[in-house]
């Protein structure tokens, strides 16, 4: 673990909308803690290699259709079957880089227009984050970037309103970030942030999200 000391591992979540850089930071974490001596692993919703992640991933590609509710529950149920392992990774002193979590269920079923307590309502009893990285790119930015418009969910005016969403899930955890800068820099930051939070966090009690 980070400090050596026995401590529990940290859960550091990225989140931010499409394009905005969360799987190449996460990479660029991991490899830097993991040269940092600190056990760490990387992991990321939706799951796709569980039997729910599958449907996720074929509603995502458009191969399959699903009611608005009945695919927002399946990105809840493909985060509660990690649970029990990310309890335990964590307590065994494990942190856990996170490419998006419930925020992105929240912000993204919420910007289809179902209502924000009933999709936060599943999401209670799932473990708290110690550290939300936001990184923050307006949405035409993201646009412009490598492999936009494949998937479901990926236009511009959608990708608005996730951010509003996004916003208005805001709390003591977050650091905003401006993913609009090099890779480098915010490969810095991130670092930074990590570090101390894997620091901070060895001897706090793990929590469940408040919603
Ligand atoms: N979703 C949901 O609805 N409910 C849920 O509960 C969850 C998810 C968990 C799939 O997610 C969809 O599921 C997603 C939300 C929804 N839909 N949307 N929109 P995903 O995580 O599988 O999506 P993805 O395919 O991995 O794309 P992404 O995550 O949106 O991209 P990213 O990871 O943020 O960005 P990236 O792959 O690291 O970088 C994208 C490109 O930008 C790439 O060419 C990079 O080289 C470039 N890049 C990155 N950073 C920079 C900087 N700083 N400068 C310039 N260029 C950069
Ligand atoms: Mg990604």
């Known amino acids: 673990n980070g400090g050596g000391k026995g401590g529990r591992g940290a859960l550091i979540v990225l989140e931010g909308l499409d394009r905005s850089g969360k799987s190449s930071q ?10 940092k001596g600190c056990a760490t692993e990387g992991w990321r919703f939706p799951d796709r290699d569980t039997s729910v992640g599958k449907m996720i991933s074929a509603y995502l590609s458009n191969e399959s259709q699903l009611d608005d509710r009945t695919i927002h529950l399946l990105f809840s149920a493909n985060r509660w079957e990690k649970r029990s392992l990310m309890e335990s990774k ?6 856990l880089i996170v490419d998006r979590y419930s925020y992105s269920g929240v912000a993204f ?3 289809k227009g179902l209502d924000i307590g009933w999709c936060k309502a599943p999401e209670v009893g799932l473990l708290a984050p110690d550290l939300v990285i936001y990184l923050d790119v307006q949405p035409e930015k993201a646009a412009e970037r490598g492999g936009y418009g494949g998937e479901r969910y990926e236009r511009v005016e959608f990708q608005k309103r996730v951010a509003e969403h996004y916003y208005s899930l805001r709390d003591s955890t977050w650091k905003v970030v401006d ?6 820099t915010v490969e810095e930051q991130l670092r930074e942030l990590a570090m101390n939070c894997i620091s901070e966090c060895q001897d706090k009690q793990l929590t469940n999200l408040p919603w």
């Open 90 to 95: 964590l307590l065994g002193g494990t942190t």
């Open 26 to 35: 996460c990479a660029r974490l991991l490899s830097f803690l993991e040269g």
């Open 109 to 111: 079923s919420a910007a």
């Open 179 to 184: 993913g609009s800068l090099p890779m480098e």
